[in-house]
């Protein structure tokens, strides 16, 4: 049987063709791990602070003891150029029928009230505010 042996020239050859393969996976992999693995857009980042801000008011309301945060869509864009979303949701509540009272809400099973929903508007200065009616139709 007999042995493959390579020259210097072609071990320097392969060395060159190993490098060059390297760099062009370094070159695809920067661009995938920029645009696909390093974060989102200004939109998932928008939707996660609301849906960070929206859990946090939930955790903090002493009638919620559970909740989920069910849809967040974008809803429309008001006069002013701001991004109207509504946000549902479904809590388990100590009182569902205070919910189910106030004209919110389909009651369901073992205190939970689902098909809650908020607007969030998103101010031109990057603010959030939470309502229960869209603000070009709130009376107030």
Same mark, same amino acid.
């Given at each position: 049987?007999?042995l493959?042996s390579?020259t210097?020239?072609?071990k320097?050859?392969?060395l060159?063709l190993?490098?060059?393969i390297?760099?062009?996976?370094?070159v695809?992999?920067?661009?995938?791990?920029?645009f696909?693995l390093? %974060?989102?857009?200004?939109?998932? @980042?928008?939707?996660?602070?609301?849906t960070?801000?929206?859990?946090e008011?939930?955790? &903090? /309301?002493?009638?919620?003891?559970e909740?989920?945060?069910?849809?967040l869509e974008l809803?429309?864009?008001?006069?002013?150029s701001?991004d109207?979303?509504?946000?549902?949701?479904?809590?388990?509540?100590?009182?569902p029928?205070?919910f189910?009272?106030? %004209?919110?809400?389909?009651?369901? @099973?073992d205190?939970?009230?689902?098909?809650l929903?908020?607007?969030?508007?998103?101010? &031109? /200065?990057?603010?959030l505010?939470?309502?229960?009616?869209?603000?070009e139709?709130d009376?107030?």
């Amino acid at each position: 049987m007999k042995l493959i042996s390579t020259t210097p020239y072609q071990k320097i050859l392969m060395l060159k063709l190993s490098f060059l393969i390297l760099c062009f996976l370094l070159v695809m992999a920067v661009p995938f791990w920029f645009f696909f693995l390093r %974060g989102g857009s200004a939109e998932d @980042e928008l939707r996660e602070r609301i849906t960070d801000t929206a859990t946090e008011n939930l955790k &903090n /309301d002493d009638m919620v003891t559970e909740f989920t945060l069910d849809d967040l869509e974008l809803s429309y864009t008001n006069e002013a150029s701001e991004d109207v979303y509504r946000l549902e949701f479904s809590v388990k509540s100590i009182n569902p029928d205070s919910f189910i009272l106030a %004209g919110r809400g389909v009651k369901g @099973e073992d205190g939970w009230v689902h098909q809650l929903e908020n607007f969030v508007t998103v101010r &031109n /200065d990057k603010s959030l505010v939470f309502s229960t009616i869209p603000e070009e139709q709130d009376p107030h």
